[in-house]
């Protein structure tokens, strides 16, 4: 059907659309050149390494591992690369049967997650216990300048507490920053 | 031509309001230092690229793999406190700073910055001299092992305040602002310790702490 066959209304209207997708063009191009983009000349995907260290079956525990874990992708300024690996694969890295405690342990412990082939590459590892049932939340964060092999570890643990969704949110919070500790992209 | 014109402007408009939207990608509220997260969804959409990388590397140092294959995770059994003498917590909240340094501006600053987030999210801390909690407080926060932690008696420090934010602030190295390197929260009845870490505390999440300083989630 061509326009000459159109009705006036309807050409008027064609019309209008016309007038108006041009318009809109005209006012987003010029916001889309004003307004902030991430840089991305040469930058690169912060790589983070996320192991949960429950076995996926609680509902409230998977709640709470994925406000930790939704932070961790959202908070950071530029992109994040997020992996994740089994609980039993960091066991078996670590060369260990138990991570009880984790939060509280030195450096050296991790040594088998922080170095070798499956570090390479690496610029965090975020390691998770949430326990809604026992009001426990526990995380180490590894991260800083020089990527796994050089990085610190930074703890934190919530106790005593109702892991609600904001103390989830906190926590996630708090772990995306420390994530991205001396990141350079 | 009235006509013509009045929803034409109607649209250009409804138009000019939403082309922000449209065209805001780089304007993404996940700025950390300005976003207010307590608005944000539990959970919520993750732009990030996620990959669960495949579990056959737990085949490659076998003589490592667990003998018993347990996989029920599990951490060590936290022991209850030490009985105390316990005052009662009817007092406003506290904020108490560990330091060794003359504060910096941007230190101060922080501080006021973190009171005035937690007060526009309804939690309102005193700050308080440390005084003779000193000791107990650096201990406090310089133990890693959870169960040690569970056997300090933290109601004295606590005092009679319904909740105590520690933060301490380490001094400055090379001229360069150490800023916070460990914080907690004190709360509850018996006092204990409800919030641990070492690391900083980023202003991105100072309103969210109030999650752990509120009446609401005390046990």
Redesign the interface.
Known sequence: MSGRHLAPGARALLLRLSALVALGGALILPLALVLPLPARAGARDLEVLFVRLDDGSDAATTACVGAVRGALGRAFGGEVHLMSIPREVLLTRLGTTSLDGFVGWPRERFAGALSGRSAAGLDALVILECAPAQQRLDLVVFAGTGALPSADAQRLSVRHTEITPAVARFAGSVASVWQSEGFSP | MNR?VR??GA??AL??LV??L???????D???SN?D??E?P????????????P?D??V??PQ?????G???????P?PSPLPEASVPATGPGQLVLLHTHELLRSEERYVEQLLGALRRASVTLERTPVGDRAATLESWLTE????RR?QLALGPARGSARALLVLRLSAPVDRRAQGVTAFGVIA?EPP???????????A??HA?????LGEG?Q?
């Open positions: 013509r929803p034409f649209v250009v138009l000019l082309s922000p449209a065209c805001g990608g780089g304007a993404r996940d700025a950390p976003a997260p307590t944000g539990v959970g919520g959409g993750e732009p990030a690229t996620e990959v669960t990388l579990s590397d737990a490659e140092q490592h793999v667990a003998a018993d347990e996989g029920t995770p599990t951490s060590a936290v890693t092992d959870p169960a569970a509850g204990r310790e409800r919030l641990w870490a070492q690391g900083d505390l980023p991105s999440s969210l702490l109030a999650a752990l989630t046990p």
